[in-house]
């Protein structure tokens, strides 16, 4: 006869929900939101740190860099992931790799990091 896990799963159930609540009514919370459209194709997606200035010809901190956003959500088709900012960081940093995306007009330069990668990263919060 197997034992019932149900009001475990109910209580981590709901623990999910408050923190869901709380991400999208928290005032103080701000959720930077990016859309990758090749990700679906390649399993990456792209996190921008610096971009090019014609005007001056150099590159300056952008995106990852320069964020205030206590959270960043990536839109995957019907599918958001939502990564608080420090966590990405870490995520960027242990399993990212750089790259120069040079597309005009605006090229920059970040990481590309897998969802798995992401994922990982979140694991290793708990």
Known sequence: MSRSD???D???GQAGEV???LLLTAPVETVECKRDKRWIDTGNLYVETQCW???NQLWYDSGLK???ASHWSFILEDLVLTVPLQT???AVIEYGAPIECDIE???SRGY???INALIMAMKGRE
């Open 6 to 8: 149900f009001d475990l």
């Open 53 to 55: 200035s014609e005007s």
């Open 66 to 68: 320069v964020s205030r």
């Open 112 to 114: 590309l990091i897998t």
């Open 88 to 90: 990405l960081i870490k």
């Open 19 to 21: 923190y869901v609540n």
């Open 105 to 107: 007009p605006n090229p």
């Open 10 to 12: 109910l209580r981590y």
